[in-house]
């Protein structure tokens, strides 16, 4: 979401998918699935991204599972249930990885840039449920990837039955974070750490 208008009331089930990371003037980052609503025009009213739901998805990609959302645009109500990802390492990630790309909005400072890599990212997203969700991470050795799943700036987030781990090379990395965040349950608390500023 760039512009005026709104995308709600989508299903997506039964897929497979496989990406990569690359270089150039491409567009994405090798996200297997990336929901994000950011500004892309000025003097239009932002539209919205809601009631979403992926369900018996497997997947293999380069880059962490995106859900961006903003001050302006809050996605809303999205559910996740059977997700199995498989996290691998690519050749390019000295060059290319350890990005966010949200190219198509306004600034070139929001639109491809560096961050730590969760395998699964929340940000400005309320009422988002991820339910039997199984991480695998492959040949990793970049220090820039680190939670499982990584949430903040939200209202809403249930994590339930989730199988996975933080990257294997950040130690300081935890299964679950949250930060700035209000209505967090997951069923699993042995290694979730919450922030709230």
Known sequence: MRDEGSLENMSFSNIYIDTKLRT???WGNAEPIHISAIRGKENVKLGVIRNLQFSNITCKG???????GCK???IQDVSFDRISFELTD?????VAGGNVDL???MGAENGLFSREIPAFLVHY????????FNLKWTGTRMPYFTHGIEA???SGLRVTDFSGTAS????TAHKIYVENCTGFFTDDAKDAAQKNK
């Open 62 to 68: 380069e880059n962490g599972i995106l859900v961006y």
């Open 90 to 94: 690519s050749p390019l990630n000295d």
């Open 72 to 74: 302006e645009s809050v």
């Open 168 to 171: 294997p090379v950040n130690k």
């Open 125 to 132: 997203a309320n009422n988002t449920s991820i339910n039997h």
């Open 103 to 105: 190219r198509g909005c």
């Open 24 to 26: 150039g003037d491409w």
């Open 152 to 154: 903040n700036h939200f």
